[in-house]
């Protein structure tokens, strides 16, 4: 029988670490749900149902938010630093829509980060008004809540389905 | 020296396999750099410079492009489906903005996907008019060239800017 030598057993301890290590890495994938889908159902049973213990639980104290829009229309835009200010903001949007219907078109997932494109069909309370609305999305999350999220809207068809006509714009070239 | 089993075997076949692929995938990492680097610094080259050889080379033949917003206003915005009709829509934007500078607030990258959100400083040419514009996009490759984008702008602020004055607008009450 051979020696051993010391380069063999360093070797057999780096395939060692690398196979616990593939066989933590796929546990761990196939055991734990994404942050983002518990704060995804969360936030609909929140605007729907008004129902605002899941989504409490599911945001982080410090949490950083912002939707980028027009805040003179729209009063529930724009920023907030922290949970209670981001649950009253959400309970305004609760106040003026429903959520019909959401489409995820594209959705990107780190560790602890989450991207995705979605279309949703809403109607607004009081008219029933149907509103369509794109909306990308750029999630961090820390021990499962929420840390910050930040939203990109179509705005400019928004404010057009919201006041119900078009705005007369000219082409671009007639500023340059 | 003991027999050796199958099982050990399979055990060192399935060991070495997995130091292999991280072995692999490690030099990956460190070798390849990410398609959407190499796509963005093209598209700034193609608009800034006008130079599109770069840009023609990470376009894939089959390329579904589209920037949601109002397109009588912005007629390169929209869908384009074509290498040759993405470049022409490229072209267009470079006839009308110049990418003063960018920052890249958030960033998630899969193998063969990306999503960011982004913040240019734009001028418009002619009139070198100042446009900040907030954008989020999602992206896919294939083997190196872009395959698809959907890109989301903060379309109501960016009209806004353009026409250089505020739309006056009331609060989404009034129209419940």
């Known amino acids: 029988m051979p020696a051993i030598e010391p380069d063999a057993i ?5 395939f060692c670490a690398v196979a616990l290590f593939a066989s933590q890495f796929r546990m761990q994938v196939i055991m734990t749900e994404h942050s ?17 213990e899941d989504i409490e639980a599911v945001i982080d104290e410090d949490v950083d938010w912002a939707i980028y829009g027009p805040i003179e229309m729209f009063p529930f835009f724009g920023a907030r630093r922290g949970r209670v200010a981001v649950i009253d903001v959400i309970r305004q949007i609760a106040d003026h829509v429903r959520v019909r219907r959401f489409e995820r078109e ?66 671009m070239t007639s500023y340059a």
Chains 1, 2 share one sequence.
């Open 10 to 14: 360093d070797d057999d301890v780096h």
């Open 36 to 52: 983002l889908w518990r704060f995804s159902r969360a936030l609909q049973r929140a605007i729907n149902e008004r129902q605002f």
């Open 106 to 171: 594209s959705v990107l997932l780190g560790a602890d980060s989450a991207a995705s494109m979605l279309r949703f069909s809403l109607t607004v309370h009081g008219s029933n008004k149907p509103i369509s609305l794109r909306v990308a999305h750029f999630a961090q999350f820390k021990a499962g809540r929420l840390l910050s999220i930040k939203v990109v809207v179509d705005t400019f068809d928004l404010v057009e389905q919201v006041i119900g006509q078009p705005i007369h714009l000219p082409r």
